[in-house]
Nanobody
């Protein structure tokens, strides 16, 4: 399984970016995909996650109302729409996948995900 993340870049505070993560290498009848981020000098942290069915999604509190996670099952792809970006959103963003439907409370746990993308840099300038 390969995860290819794209869409990062440099944007001014208040702007928007859309990250995409495409999974390839096998067919998924179910999955949970998520975005994590790692800011300089900080540990990697959960941002948002969703099941393939869309019945369960989770977004961390610090980005609620600004970030939206969505999926395109036909493309095995998950997107992260990021609006009203702040300097604190500057980080390397990683997508992650598990072929399982994990529960809402477990989504932020890195250990639940078997596959990881290479990361894409998001830089928000103030």
């Amino acid at each position: 399984v390969q995860l290819q993340a794209s869409g990062g870049g440099v944007v001014q505070a208040g702007g928007s970016l859309r990250l995409s993560c495409a999974a390839s290498g096998r067919t998924f009848s179910s999955y949970t995909m998520a975005w994590f981020r790692q800011a300089p000098g900080k540990e990697r942290a959960f941002v948002a996650g969703t099941r393939r069915s869309g019945t369960t999604t989770r977004v961390t509190d610090s980005v609620k109302g600004r970030f939206t996670i969505s999926r395109d099952n036909a493309k095995n792809m998950v997107n992260l729409q990021m609006n009203i970006l702040e300097s604190e959103d500057t980080a390397v963003y990683y997508c992650a996948l598990t072929p399982r439907n994990i529960i809402h409370s477990s989504m932020p746990n890195e250990n639940e995900y078997e596959y990881w993308g290479q990361g894409t840099q998001v830089t928000v300038s103030s």
